[in-house]
């Protein structure tokens, strides 16, 4: 059942979900968003049981009933939630088809709900409660205090600049976990209300897991400027996105440092190979495969090189093809793939988990399209802690001082709507 609602705000909408519910919520760069809450049908691994196929995964759930699907990909479904109990409720792999569906497309907003005849009425009252106490609610502003720790880095990047040198690796993205501690109880709708005025043209996503009548459960939440993958009837989008600069004090020092970004050799090298892995991985689902122009992409905080890449979906792909070929890119993993995956799980003294992950939706029924994004830029929250995570593109010639400084002005970004 499809109904019109009236307009809302998401962050409130957010916020007056029970805390004993799980829910996912999500804002593209193109404003729509959606906040899906339980699961009519949930498909997940738990890391022990065999990897799901994802390709006939996509296949499946174009028969099932509702408007989307959520998508959940670890970064190495493989190897992580081995050493930290902090994802033990984010499954490495989870699919779900939402009880509860508010989305606002193209500015409209709507209700979907997916329940038996007997569930029926019971969930349709809750999620007539939940819109009715956001359209009342608010989000605090007030301001937290609290210190971060920032752990450490530079050794990491050492020992990957060694395997660089040593082994038949060209890239490897080194990431980093910092930790705040807040003096006061950290409210989720408020850091995604603040990601979502400072970052319009990222995708802002969240997803609560775990929580049970004595409390809520960890949010994992972000502001991330990369794309995965779009599917638009049948075209495919993606996106290279690596090499890295600051933003400076001002306007102009803020496109010098673009400028030079441009012509940084180093940062060209890292980002050439994002491209040309894309185009070989693929080759098999898609055809007329086409670069964009090499650009940067700035942000609040940080600029990217940029290059669109935009490729025909084969007959009877789906956008989980797509992922499960693209996922991860070198952007955040590094290349090859494989031997990079290794390295990373030996060299990073923590589980990734959802970070660096992929995360979006897919149309259900007749449609073909969907959109994930690239977990980066994102912390786990619960009570008064944030455990933050970044990476940088480590490739010869970089500098672990250098790439120091980089992760943590990306982290600069959640920091500040932390505060
Ligand atoms: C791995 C991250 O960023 C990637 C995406 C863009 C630029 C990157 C870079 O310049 O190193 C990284 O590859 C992160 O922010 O955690």
Not at 121 to 150: C, D, M, Y
Not at 202 to 225: E, I, K, M, N, Y
Not at 337 to 354: N, S, T, V, Y
Request: hydrophobic share 40%; with cysteine.
């Amino acid at each position: 059942m499809v109904v019109p609602i009236d307009d809302v705000d998401p962050w409130s909408l957010v916020r007056a979900v029970p805390s004993h519910r799980t829910w996912r919520a999500w804002r593209g760069p193109n404003g729509d968003f959606h906040l899906a809450v339980g699961h009519a049908w949930r498909m997940s691994t738990n890391g022990r049981s065999p990897a799901l196929d994802l390709s006939d995964l996509g296949r499946m759930l174009k028969d099932t009933p509702g408007q989307i699907a959520t998508i959940s990909v670890a970064f190495d479904p493989k190897r992580t939630h081995q050493k930290d109990q902090i994802w033990k409720d984010f499954a490495p792999i989870e699919i779900s088809v939402p009880e509860v569906l508010f989305q606002r497309v193209g500015g409209r907003w709507s209700l979907t709900i997916v329940a038996d005849a007997e569930r029926f009425e019971t969930v349709e009252r809750g999620a007539k409660a939940i819109h009715q106490s956001a359209l009342t609610g608010t989000v605090p502003e007030a301001q937290i205090e609290g210190q971060v720790e920032f752990g450490t880095y530079r050794a990491e990047v050492q020992r990957a600049l060694e395997a660089l040198h040593n082994e038949d690796v060209s890239k490897i993205v080194m990431a980093r976990k910092a930790e705040f501690r807040a003096n006061s109880e950290i409210d989720h709708a408020r850091v995604l209300r603040r990601l979502d005025e400072r970052f319009p043209n990222c995708f802002v996503f969240a997803h609560r897991a775990g929580g049970s009548q004595s409390g809520p459960g960890a949010v994992f939440l972000g502001a991330s400027p990369e794309r995965l993958v779009a599917c638009d009837s049948g075209t495919l989008h993606t996106e290279a996105l690596a090499g890295s600069a600051g933003v400076g004090q001002s306007e102009t020092e803020r496109s010098e440092l673009a400028n030079a970004l441009m012509k940084s050799e180093k940062d060209l090298r890292e980002h050439h190979h994002v491209v040309d892995y894309i185009q070989e991985i693929l080759g098999p689902i898609t055809s007329g495969f086409e670069l964009g122009e090499l650009g940067v992409k700035s942000l609040k905080n940080v600029q990217h090189l940029h290059t669109p890449i935009r490729a025909k979906l084969k007959e009877g792909a789906t956008i989980l093809d797509a992922v499960k070929v693209l996922h991860p890119t070198s952007a955040v993993g590094g290349s090859p793939r494989e031997r990079a995956l290794e390295l990373i799980a030996e060299i990073e003294g923590f589980d990734r988990g959802w970070y660096a992950g992929a995360l979006g939706w897919m149309g259900l029924g007749d449609s073909t399209d969907g959109e994930l994004t690239v977990a980066i830029r994102s912390a786990m929250i619960r009570k008064n802690i944030a455990e933050l995570y970044a990476g940088a593109g480590i490739v010869v010639g970089s500098d672990p001082v250098a790439e120091d400084q980089e992760t943590r002005v990306k982290m600069r970004a959640l920091l500040e709507a932390l505060e």
